[in-house]
């Protein structure tokens, strides 16, 4: 027996006057009310009304049972108006992260818009350059950079970023610029480890065409500074210490002023693409549903002009 449905019947019974009176509230047959009311008796044990020709009446027991029901279906449809309140109007806390330069050039600006719009949203950001396990941080959403492994994540496509290798104007003068993946070996190079393996640079071949991924050339370039930070790592390879290897929108506003250069463009890798990722797909918020909704148009915009 459906008890709640019951419960309902019930109530409505006790409002109506009637059992016909009931079913006409109900939107349903007269049959089905009676079986309801039955079975509700039969599961509690107890008459709940008695019942003649021309009337209902409760009994001691429908009467304490009928103000009981009529209390906790009144808290429920409270807590479905809620619901249907924060439908409309999103609210409550939301967690996200994002890679820690990413997160501050694109996802800060973006957050900051959408809480203009959603004052009732408290949206907690995480700015980390590591993977976090959302289920077990509790995390709503995260940006991640790179292929996704097959898993549960339902991801939102945003763009792409390449791997790109820049250098000083200063440091190529005096080093020369290389023509090739191999020039590097043995070169002075900056390794920024937050996003994973810093230590072998990996390049296409631009003869392979779409074979690209399948002939890539690996270089391992001398070590002179080694940082899990981003911005000592792009600090050095302004100041000439070595040659670096970032991702395009770690380094587009200084490869637009000069202050690095890139090189060996023909030989980069495919692009790296970057999602908007959360746990599941059903029975989103209506916070999560609505955020993706605004800031993903606003992040493609962002990472279509910086790359």
Request: hydrophobic residues 45%; glycine residues 8%.
């Amino acid at each position: 027996m459906d008890k709640l449905r019951a419960m309902t019947v019930f109530v409505r019974i006790v409002e109506a006057g009637s059992l016909t009176g009931a079913a006409a509230r109900l939107g349903t047959s007269l049959a089905s009310v009676v079986r309801a009311l039955g079975g509700l008796e039969q599961a509690l044990g107890v008459r709940l009304l008695n019942r003649t020709t021309r009337r209902i009446a409760l009994t001691d027991e429908g009467h304490e049972y009928h103000e009981r029901c009529r209390r906790l279906l009144a808290e429920i449809e409270d807590a479905e108006a809620l619901l249907s309140d924060r439908r409309a109007t999103p609210a409550g806390r939301l967690a996200l992260t994002a890679p820690v330069m990413f997160g501050r050039l694109h996802v800060a600006p973006v957050v900051i818009d959408f809480m203009q719009r959603y004052p009732a949203v408290r949206v907690e950001l995480s700015l980390l350059d590591r993977v976090v396990d959302l289920l077990d941080e509790g995390i709503d959403l995260a940006v991640r950079i790179g292929p996704l492994p097959d898993s549960s994540l339902v991801a939102t496509p945003l763009g792409e970023t390449r791997h790109v290798v820049c250098a000083s104007p200063a440091f190529l003068a005096r080093h020369g610029v290389p023509q090739r993946p191999a020039d590097l070996a043995g070169q002075p190079g900056i390794r920024f480890t937050g996003l994973g393996r810093a230590s072998v640079w990996e390049f296409a071949d631009p003869q392979a065409g779409r074979r690209a991924t399948a002939a890539r050339a690996r270089i391992v370039p001398g070590e002179v500074f080694t940082t899990n930070q981003i911005d000592p790592a792009l600090d050095a390879c302004v100041a000439g210490l070595g040659f670096g290897r970032f991702l395009a929108y770690q380094v587009h506003a200084l490869l637009a002023r000069g202050a690095l250069v890139r090189v060996l463009a023909g030989y980069e890798p495919p692009p790296r693409p970057i999602h908007l990722v959360c746990p599941h797909a059903r029975l989103l918020s209506s916070r999560v549903r609505t955020f993706v909704d605004h800031v993903a148009p606003l992040l493609r915009a962002r990472l279509r002009a910086t790359g």
